[in-house]
């Protein structure tokens, strides 16, 4: 991709965001309503509005994840990586992560440290699993993790473009 190209991708993928932080309450009303709906169907909506959307969004024009939200780091994911740099898993945690609220391992800082220029993932084939998960849209269960997944819309934009394209939609089909 030129130089050109990639600046109005860039720019569309800002405008999704922001245009989800405008639509932060009508989409969060829409959550609720959706809630109401079978599991069964709010799967099968996000899951083919997740294909749909990664067919025409490529990480690599993002990165927004990576630069501006940490994942957690499970115990196996700091053993992996700790490895990879041939550290004590102890040394490691010391060195990137601090521990949330929640009690959940985290980066110290944003963005990530293993965040390459290109946006490419420097620790790509032992990330966390949360990155290897995120933004989570194509999961089973989405039910579980709605609330989330309108946080979400504020940081990634093919997760805003899925929920703003389903509440569009939602009058068409059955959601009240
Ligand atoms: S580990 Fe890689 S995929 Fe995960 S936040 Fe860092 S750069 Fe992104
Ligand atoms: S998952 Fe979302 S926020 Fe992360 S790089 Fe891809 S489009 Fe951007």
Request: with cysteine; net charge positive.
């Amino acid at each position: 991709m030129n130089f050109t190209t990639f600046a109005i991708v860039e720019e569309k993928l800002k405008q999704i965001l922001e245009n989800s932080k405008a639509n932060e309450k009508e989409n969060a009303a829409f959550i609720k309503r959706l809630k109401k709906q079978s599991k069964r169907d709010i799967d099968q909506s996000f899951h083919k509005e997740h294909d749909a959307i990664f067919q025409k969004i490529d990480c690599l024009d993002c990165g927004n994840c990576c630069s501006t939200t940490s994942p957690i780091f499970t115990q196996q994911d700091i053993k992996r990586l700790s490895k990879l740099f041939k550290m004590k898993p102890a040394q490691f945690i010391a060195e990137y992560l601090r521990v949330d609220l929640d009690d959940d391992y985290v980066l110290k800082s944003t963005p990530c440290p293993f965040l390459l220029e290109d946006n490419k993932c420097f620790v790509y084939d032992v990330r966390p699993q949360a990155c290897s998960e995120y933004p989570h849209t194509n999961r089973k269960n989405m039910y579980q993790i709605l609330d989330l997944t309108q946080k979400n819309t504020l940081v990634c934009p093919a997760v805003g473009h899925i929920v703003e394209h389903l509440r569009n939609i939602a009058p068409k089909k059955k959601y009240p």
